[in-house]
């Protein structure tokens, strides 16, 4: 069985119908994932599957993308983007550098038509997993630093309790990973110790990057955070 097939999808911008693939169900499962949820599988990645690319018109979305466009979005990318781009097919199957490609796309065209600070935030993490797929530490980091901006510009506009338990992890083990440590600890305490969150694996990975840190703020000798000086998490 081939690991890929295609679906097709109504372009939100052009409205032009064309094809895309996708991975199997059956070859989606990861076989081992980092603690900021990055994924690693044995044969295909689903992730360079993600971004559907119109071939037509340029515009590059997810799932998660709105479904239709308004009249002044559209004009919007194809007066930016939309204007030069020369007709390009990223319907088959993908490579690292395809992949990246697509990405890139899909962010130019949600930030151009405004999509949600939480789809760009995940549009910015995506591609610095793609950077860490390829060892390019740089800039991966680069493009953690650019989701850790959007995922805390989502957290200022978006209060919603306990479903942001993963979003207030997520900022923490971001910061964690950049070495910003007294700003991890102030995220991961707000996990473990707001009762209004009740996310059991978010509290217990909060509990566990907290426990890093503190090994490795102390074997480096360095001051611990206020936070970890009055509680033992």
Known sequence: MEPLYTIKIN??????????????????KAINTDTDFCSYFATINPDYYVVRVCPYCGFASTENFRDKLMDREKRAYLDKIGVHWSNREYGGERTAETAMETYKLALLSAQTVKESDRLIAGLLHHIAWLYRY???????????????????????????????????????????????????????????HDKRITDSSMIRASREQWTAIREEMTNKGQELPEEMKQSGA
């Open 134 to 192: 390829d060892g390019n530490q740089d800039m991966e980091n680069k493009f953690l630093g650019f989701a850790l901006e959007s995922y805390v510009e989502v957290y200022k506009n978006e209060r919603n309790g306990d479903s942001n338990a993963r979003l207030l992890y997520l900022i923490g083990e971001l910061n964690r990973r950049l070495g910003h440590f007294y700003e991890a600890v102030k995220w991961f305490s707000k996990v473990i």
């Open 11 to 28: 372009c939100p911008c052009c409205e032009s119908t064309f094809e895309t693939s996708r991975v199997r169900p059956s070859l989606k």
